[in-house]
């Protein structure tokens, strides 16, 4: 099946910083969805980008479909941020996402 | 446009016993998903829905899972004789009825943490 590596697995950054994400997959895909997983556990939309950019107050997010990989920006870090990035995708004709292993962001007050 | 929920969200029960979660997607979503997530990992599909009819089983669905949704609307997880490598978080997720082609964006609910003991 289809693999997802998201890198970095840890970011621990100052409060205002920013931040990049990557994830990277190794076959092409009908969507690319990103997630932000809160501390109950609770999966939030971000983007759904199965190519080019979007953007979304201070996040934003680019896929290259032809290149297989996606990158998520955080501007301005805030506490609020903190939590588990996940990146997940649907290769052409499946209906399972499969998620990437997370980036834990920590942002320090 | 109320989200996906879940009920329960937390269960603690003991190994053996049978524990029943139900999902009730974003209405009129046609397509409606089982994922399950343990400590440290992204989430993994199980099954999913389309309408009533399950279309697609993971083989980490052993036959103790079983899953329904007998209108086309909510959907019930059943597991039956729980072992302790059940313990995990169970997520739903439900996405519109769309065109060939179309946008297939999957919207999650807050999920059932289940701890067997």
């Known amino acids: 099946g289809i693999q997802v590596e998201q890198s970095p697995p840890d970011l621990i950054l100052q409060e205002g910083a920013n931040s990049t994400l990557r994830c990277n997959f190794s076959?092409?895909?009908?969507?690319l969805q990103w997630f932000h997983q809160n501390p109950w556990g609770q999966l939030i939309n971000l983007f759904y980008i199965p190519s080019g950019t979007k953007q979304n107050g201070r996040l934003s997010a680019t896929t290259v479909a032809t290149e297989r990989y996606s990158l998520l920006y955080i501007s301005s870090s805030q506490t609020t941020d903190s939590g588990v990035y996940f990146c997940?995708?649907?290769?052409?004709?499946?209906?399972?996402?499969?998620f990437g292993t997370g980036t834990r962001l920590t942002i320090i007050p | 446009d109320t989200g996906v929920s879940q009920d329960p969200r937390h269960k603690i029960t003991k190994r053996g016993q049978n524990v029943t979660f139900r999902c009730d997607p974003i209405s009129e979503h046609n397509r409606l998903y089982w994922y399950r997530q343990t400590l440290g990992q992204g989430p993994e599909f199980l099954t999913y829905?389309?309408?009533?009819?399950?279309?697609?089983k993971s083989r980490l669905l052993s036959d103790r899972f079983s899953a329904e949704r007998p209108k086309g609307s909510f959907s019930t997880l059943e597991i039956q004789r729980t072992e302790q490598g059940d313990s995990a978080m169970y997520l739903c997720?439900?996405?519109?009825?769309?065109?060939?082609?179309?946008?297939?964006?999957?919207?999650f609910g807050p999920g059932t943490r289940l701890t067997v003991l």
């Open positions: 997940a995708v649907l290769p052409f004709g499946n209906e399972k996402l499969t």
């Open positions: 997720a439900s996405s519109p009825r769309r065109l060939a082609g179309g946008r297939n964006e999957q919207f």
């Open positions: 076959d092409s895909v009908n969507n």
């Open positions: 829905f389309q309408n009533e009819a399950q279309l697609e």
